[in-house]
C-alpha cells in the first residue's frame, strides 16, 4: 500500500488545487497521473443542480461513446422470443425464464448488461430488487427492453453506456481508458457532456451544471471548465 500511496501523492503534485481546466488539458493531466500498472478507466463525474426526488429531474439515459469504452461488456438477453437473433448478433447468454430463476436461485451475476424483449418483463419483473442496486434493470429509457435485440446488442458492442442522476444530483460516466488518445477521450467525453447538457429539466433556473471532475481509476480527481 505504500507504495501506491507515494505514486498517488506523486500524480496529486500535479495537479493544482484550485485551477479548472480546459477538457482537452484535463484529459491529458489525467493520463499522466494514473497510478495503477493496469489499463486504468477514465470517468468524469457531473454535479448538477437537479432534486432527483421530482419525477422531472431524475435525469436518465443511454448514448453510445462514438470511440468506445474500452470495455468488453458481458451481454445477458433475457427472450421469450427472440432466441436466434440474440445468438446471431453475439450476446454472450441467452434465455428466458430459466436464467431468471438461475439468477434468483444462485445469486448469478457474471454479465454486465441485461437486455429484455417485452415479453418476459413480466417474469423479470419479479426480480427487479435484485437487479434494480447493481443497476442491471433493463429499462424502455436505456433502449434495454426492446423486441429489437440486434440492434440493442450492436450498440452495447460499439460502446453504449447507461448514465443516471443519483440521489445527490451527480451523474458518473466513463468515457475511456488511459490507453486511448487524448482526441478519442474528448470526443467521447463532448458527447456525454452535450447530451447531459441538452437534458436540463424545465425546471431548474440558474447554473444547471455546477462542477465537472476528470479522474481514472485510483487517480486524483481534476476540475473541468464548463463551456457553452
Partial sequence: MAKVGKKYHKA???????K?????????????????????????????NVDPRHADQQIRGAVVLPKGTGKKQRILVLTNSKEADAKAAGADFVGGKDLITKIQKENWFDYDVIIATPDIMAELGKIGKLLGPKGLMPNPKTG???????????????????????????????????????EALKANYDVIYETIRKAKPAA???????NIAVTTTMGPGIKVLIEG
Avoid: C, W
Fill in 144 to 182: 434495454t427492453v426492446t423486441p429489437d435485440v440486434t440492434k440493442a446488442i450492436e450498440d452495447v458492442k460499439k460502446g453504449k453506456i447507461e448514465y443516471r442522476v443519483d440521489k445527490n444530483g451527480n451523474i458518473h460516466s466513463i468515457i475511456g481508458k488511459v490507453s486511448f488518445n487524448a
Fill in 20 to 48: 479548472v481546466y480546459p477538457i482537452t488539458e484535463a484529459i491529458e493531466l489525467a493520463q499522466k497521473t494514473a497510478t495503477t500498472k493496469f489499463d486504468s478507466t477514465v470517468e468524469v463525474a457531473f454535479n448538477l
Fill in 12 to 18: 496529486v503534485e500535479l495537479v493544482e488545487k484550485n
Fill in 204 to 210: 431548474v433556473k440558474g447554473a444547471y451544471i455546477k
